[in-house]
C-alpha cells in the first residue's frame, strides 16, 4: 500500500517538474523553445493516444461496462468547454501576441484573460495529478504509463502557462506558473485521499473520464501542431512515442 502511495507522490511530482522544465526552457530562451516544442508535442500525442487506445479503454470498458461510453464523451466535452471558456490551446496560442489598445477597457480584458488563463492550466495540471493517482490505483503497469504522459505533456504545458501568463500578466508570471506546476502533484496528494475507497466501477469510469480528457489534449492541443511544419519528422516523433508505450508495456509483461 505504502509503495503505491510513494509511487503516485514520486511521479506527480515528477509531473509538475516537467512543467517548471518547461517553464525554465521558455525563460532560458523563448526562440528556441517555440521553434523545437512542436517536435516534443508530436511525441507526446502518439504515447498519449496509444495509452488510450490500448491500455486506458481497454480497462475502462472492462470495469465501468455500460457507463464507459458516457463518462469518456463527458471527460472530452469538459475539456472542450474549459479550453473554449478560456480560449487556451497548449499549441498555436503560445505564439500568439495580444493586441489590446492601451485604454482602460484593455487592460481590463488582458487581466480577465490573464486569470481565465491561470485558473484553467492550474485545473487542467490537477487533473492530471488525479490520473496519476487512478492509474497506480488500478495497476502499476497503467499508472507508470499515465504518468509517463502526463510528464511528457506537462513539458509543453510548462511552456505554454508561461509563455501565456507572461504575455498578459508579466509581472504575476513567475508565481502563478509554479502554481500550474505544484497543482500536479497536488492532485496526485489528493487522489490519495479517495481512490483506496472506489468500487472497480468507479475507477473504471474515472479512467473513461481520464481518455477523453487525454483524447481532448492530443487532438485539440497537440495533433494540430504536427501540421504546421516538418510534417516527416513530425510524424516520426509521433510514431516513437507510440511505439515506446507498446514497448514499456512489453517490458511489464515479460
Not at 511525441?43 to 498519449?48: D, V
Not at 487506445?53 to 457507463?67: G, I, K, T
Not at 505554454?160 to 497543482?183: G, Q, R, Y
Request: proline residues 2%.
Amino acid at each position: 500500500m505504502y509503495e503505491m502511495e510513494i509511487s503516485i507522490l514520486f511521479y506527480g511530482t515528477l509531473a509538475g517538474l516537467a512543467t517548471l522544465f518547461g517553464i525554465y526552457v521558455i525563460r532560458r530562451n523563448q526562440e528556441w523553445g517555440l521553434k523545437n516544442s512542436h517536435y516534443v508535442n508530436s511525441f507526446a500525442a502518439g504515447l498519449i493516444l496509444a495509452l488510450v487506445f490500448f491500455h486506458l479503454m481497454p480497462e475502462a470498458v472492462e470495469l465501468s461496462e455500460l457507463a464507459f461510453y458516457p463518462a469518456l464523451f463527458v471527460g472530452f466535452f469538459a475539456f472542450y468547454l474549459l479550453e473554449n471558456f478560456i480560449v487556451i490551446h497548449s499549441g498555436s496560442e503560445i505564439h500568439y501576441c495580444l493586441d489590446e489598445d492601451d485604454d482602460d477597457s484593455g487592460t481590463h480584458h488582458t487581466s480577465r484573460i490573464g486569470v481565465m488563463a491561470f485558473s484553467g492550466l492550474a485545473f487542467h495540471s490537477l487533473i492530471d495529478g488525479i490520473i496519476i493517482g487512478v492509474g497506480f490505483e488500478l495497476s502499476v503497469e497503467i499508472g507508470f504509463l499515465a504518468a509517463m504522459a502526463v510528464i511528457l505533456h506537462e513539458m509543453p504545458e510548462g511552456v505554454t502557462s508561461f509563455a501565456i501568463i507572461n504575455e498578459v500578466m508579466p509581472d504575476k508570471s513567475k508565481i502563478l506558473s509554479v502554481i500550474v506546476a505544484i497543482a500536479t502533484p497536488f492532485g496526485a496528494l489528493f487522489s490519495l485521499l479517495f481512490i483506496g475507497v472506489m468500487s472497480e466501477s468507479m475507477i473504471g469510469i474515472l479512467l473513461a473520464l481520464a481518455a477523453g480528457t487525454f483524447i481532448y489534449v492530443a487532438a485539440s492541443d497537440l495533433i494540430p501542431q504536427t501540421h504546421e511544419k516538418n510534417n516527416l519528422q513530425n510524424l516520426i516523433f509521433f510514431i516513437i512515442g507510440a511505439l515506446l508505450i507498446y514497448v514499456m508495456s512489453l517490458f511489464f509483461h515479460s
